[in-house]
């Protein structure tokens, strides 16, 4: 465990930064003249790999030390990330869990390493999950929680910091790309990655849930965390494969032979359908010839947590 430092002891977790950036030769892009390039953001941190570093590492900074209380489902990455901040950086966490069935019920692998990583479960019923944003809501699962001086950070770790965080992945990949593509889940990642891009670069979001909320919820982040719309970016909608944490045995199958092409392990619920959009996309010939595209590995696939999401 890195020793605390008095200054910054988020920087003391020694994050990976810039990310690896590391070029792939795949026909399937190569044959219509597109470089490929995969930004590693999975080698950031072990405990808080690609997106969970780039959006919980500011919030940390703004908690200062007090418990952080968070939300996610029952296989969130989200909560393991913020347990295992909890655990590196030495300050108590409480997650909230959707689903109060789940109280009796054995911890899930994911679960049980939040506990033993110190987080304090508290499981509420999906109706008072749904309504967490409510403010009265959120202050009866404080009451439940017996707690008040704590730092509150929104499920999927996507608020105006998050997003600020973010724009450092769009700075690290100025001049290097022509098109950056990320996958998404609440929109935090690519309203920062979008903000912090060069000019003439653009950012292509491939969201996972389906829905069609995800625009409006980018356009929101940004306006708290930049004052407005800021940079180039666009949502392709068709590659969420059924929805959050669906899949196909056609998107196994494709992740399983990229991973094994390239010598990575393909996380299935985000990093696979954007992988996959982009061949599609390459294919149907959306890209110039010449164009560079860079594709975020925002996550680890985890053995330990089947269907991990979040
Ligand atoms: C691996 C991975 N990629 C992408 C995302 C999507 O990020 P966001 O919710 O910021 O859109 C997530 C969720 O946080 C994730 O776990």
New binding site residues.
């Given amino acids: 465990m890195p020793e605390p430092t008095s200054t910054d002891p988020v920087a003391a977790m020694r994050p990976r930064l810039p990310s690896p950036l590391q070029q792939v030769e795949d026909e399937r892009f190569s044959r219509h003249g597109v470089r490929l390039l995969l930004k590693r953001d999975?080698l950031i941190h072990p405990d808080l790999?690609?997106?969970?570093w780039r959006?919980l590492a500011p919030n940390l900074r703004a908690a200062a030390g007090r418990p952080v209380l968070t939300f996610g489902g029952a296989y969130s990455?989200?909560l393991r990330a913020t347990a295992a901040a909890g655990r590196l950086l030495g300050f108590g966490t409480i997650g909230v869990v959707r689903g109060d069935e789940l109280a009796t019920r054995p911890l899930n692998p994911s679960l049980a390493r939040c506990a033993a990583d110190g987080m304090r479960l508290l499981f509420v019923d999906r109706a008072t999950y749904r309504a967490k944003d409510d403010p009265g809501t959120l202050a009866g699962i404080l009451r439940t929680a017996a707690t008040d001086d704590v730092y509150v950070v929104p499920e999927?770790?996507?608020n105006a910091p998050?997003a600020a965080g973010?724009a450092g992945l769009g700075r690290e990949l100025r001049g290097l790309a022509d098109v950056v593509a990320?996958?998404?889940?609440?929109?935090?990642?690519?309203?920062g990655l979008a903000a912090g891009l060069g000019d003439g670069q653009r950012a292509l979001?491939f969201?996972?849930l389906k829905g069609g909320f995800?625009a409006a919820a980018v356009r929101d982040l940004q306006e708290e965390a930049f004052g407005g719309p800021t940079g180039d970016w666009s949502l392709d909608e068709r590659f969420h494969f059924g929805g959050y944490a669906r899949t196909t045995p056609g998107l196994d199958a494709f992740a399983e032979g990229f991973g094994a092409r390239h010598g990575l392990p393909v996380?299935r619920?985000?990093?696979a359908k954007?992988l996959a959009g982009l061949v599609e996309l390459a294919a149907e010939g959306a890209f110039p010839p010449g164009t560079t595209v860079a594709a975020v590995i925002?996550?680890?696939e985890d053995g330990r947590a089947a269907g991990?999401?979040?």
């Fill in positions: 999975d790999p690609g997106n969970k959006k990455n989200h999927g770790g996507s998050a973010c990320v996958a998404c889940g609440t929109g935090g990642t690519l309203a979001g969201p996972v995800l996380e619920v985000y990093v954007m925002t996550g680890q991990a999401a979040g």
